[in-house]
């Protein structure tokens, strides 16, 4: 019966099949990382350049999600920049205005919301034979039990 | 995207205005992207952070991401706390009134607040998604 092989098989090359998944996945995640990180500091308002070097990409170890991360000791003033701030009175009672907030962050994910689309709703594919698509078929292949 | 600015501003001070509980506490006022120079806190500023349109063939929707920053130039947070909760009872899944458009929803997505120890006041963050859909 069709429905007990297609348990057996998947059973038998469930590891087989998790990898490319995983490997997949990762794949995608890096690229999907690189591209925000990309239109980041594309973005990212620049003025003594610390903030712009500050955004770099973390994967973590089990390869599940991607962190785009920006601010760090040098540019611990992120949190003004992204949401802004109130007008700046000085000692002498003028005011210097205001910082609007510059949420280049949210932009550049907004930006690319296609894109990371597209990129993340790609079917998987064997990275060892990237024209084809992943089917339980290929995996087990030469094996008709 | 001035009716919709104009939408939260009514919603805001209330129809005749009438004055909501958000309006009352916050005695500086609601203003559209910078405030007047010397404005006394508390108050509050509204920010358009980003939009994108969603159209389909035949619908045209149009997402927003608004921001409301509230400052108070008070040690404690206290004031802060009242305003922004006053914000968020008002705000949250609300029904605003768009000219020209259909409205769908309002929905809060993050909010944050923190000390400014430079201008020596405290800011509350609040972000809102906003999804409406241009009428035929």
Known sequence: MAGINFERQFKDFHHEVMAVVRANMAAKLDEAGDLVRDTMKAECPVKTSALKKSIRVRRDKKGQYIRVIAGDKKAWYIHLVLFGTSNRITKTGQDRGSTSPDNFMQRSIDQNIGKLKQILGEPIRDENNPKTFLSIKQVTDGDST | ?136
């Open chain 2, 1 to 136: 995207m001035k009716v919709l600015f104009d939408a939260i501003m009514v919603k805001y001070t209330g129809v005749t205005p009438t004055w909501t509980p958000a309006s009352v506490a916050c005695t500086g006022g609601l203003h559209r992207e910078f405030a007047p120079q010397k404005n006394v806190m508390p108050y509050a500023v509204m920010h358009h952070i980003s939009g994108n349109p969603e159209d389909t063939f035949t619908e045209r929707g149009e997402t927003y991401l608004i921001q409301f920053n509230i400052y108070t130039d008070t040690t404690s947070a206290t004031t802060l706390d009242t305003i922004a909760s006053a914000f968020m009872t008002l705000f949250d899944w609300c029904t605003l009134t768009v000219t020209g458009y259909y409205f769908i929803d309002m929905h809060r997505v993050f909010q944050t607040c923190y000390w400014n120890d430079e201008l020596k006041n405290w800011t509350y963050v609040i972000q809102y998604r906003i999804q409406i859909q241009k009428t035929p």
